[in-house]
């Protein structure tokens, strides 16, 4: 009677081919995560802005930037009116933060003169809110 089990060969080179495929697989799931990392963050950022800019349509000004806590905590907050203009991320009491977990850079037309020239490496922006994200590596922008 023959046993019919594998043999230590046959084990082996099975084994060698799953870690090959799994080697193939690894990178292009590290893609996909990142690309939807992206998307979160350019999403996420456009929540900051729709926010922003109900503030300055409800109260005449753009929200305090001084800070990136103070700004989050004028739009998650309630105030005076009772508004909120931005719930809180995945309803934690923590500020907004990138996918990275990082701070998201915003940046405010203040003195209302249309342009933005704090943006690092932009030049002057043409418009009232910016948000850029350093988070994987290459800035994610709003505005691209």
Known sequence: MKNKSFTLIELLITIAIIAILAAMLFPAISHVRNSARET???????????????FESTYGIL???????????TLTGTNDRGIQFLDRQNGT????????????NVFLDDDYDGEVTTVPSEGTLYGTVFITSDGNGTTINSWK
């Not at 979160?40 to 109900?54: N, P």
């Not at 009491?93 to 998201?104: A, F, H, L, M, S």
């Open 63 to 73: 929200p305090d930037n001084t800070n990136y806590t103070t700004l989050m905590n």
């Open 93 to 104: 009491t923590v500020e907004w933060v990138d996918p990275w977990g990082n701070d998201y």
């Open 40 to 54: 979160q963050a350019k999403a996420e950022m456009q929540a900051i802005t729709t926010a922003i800019k109900s």
